[in-house]
């Protein structure tokens, strides 16, 4: 079966239900004050292109870019149904964020992600992501990983 990949609003049921997989998953793996997870209401802003990858008509992935205002961007919400990963849909949304990011003319994307989520941050390294500092309100945390990736 086919997936597509496109912008959509966050706030329909098959996004809510990946956001509280999400969710559930991010909690199975760090204590609440190290999750620094983007809730619906800020996924609606004008500043966030938030993409939706559907097999058939369900929900299966998704992925945001917060613009920053300052030139760079913010991925938020990364996330692939367990049921479908191994399909490079991480690498495709990726992908379409990628894009999207150089069409808003964004000179850098920047990432907060967990240290227990190996794959995540290989998808980001595949992507040319390298790891920097806490950024905007962020803290250190032994428990996070802050990437980049400069576009030209």
Not at 21 to 41: G, I, K, R, W
Not at 127 to 150: N, T, V
């Amino acid at each position: 079966m086919t997936v597509t990949i496109a912008l959509e609003p966050p706030r329909q049921p098959g996004v809510l239900r990946l956001l509280e997989l999400s969710d559930a998953y991010a909690a199975s793996l760090y204590p609440a004050e190290s999750n620094h997870m983007t809730d619906v209401a800020t996924l609606e802003s004008d500043s966030v292109s938030f993409f939706v990858a559907r097999r058939g008509d369900t929900v299966v992935g998704c992925g945001a870019l917060v613009d920053a205002g300052d030139g760079t961007g913010e991925i938020k919400r990364m996330f692939v149904d367990e049921e479908v990963r191994g399909l490079k849909l991480g690498r495709r949304l990726m992908d379409a964020i990628l894009e999207r990011a150089r069409e808003l003319g964004l000179s850098a994307i920047r990432l907060e992600t967990g240290i227990h989520q190996p794959q995540a941050v290989g998808l980001y390294r595949a992507h040319g992501f390298e790891e920097i500092g806490p950024f905007a309100s962020y803290r250190p945390d032994p428990l996070s990983i802050f990437m980049e990736k400069r576009l030209s």
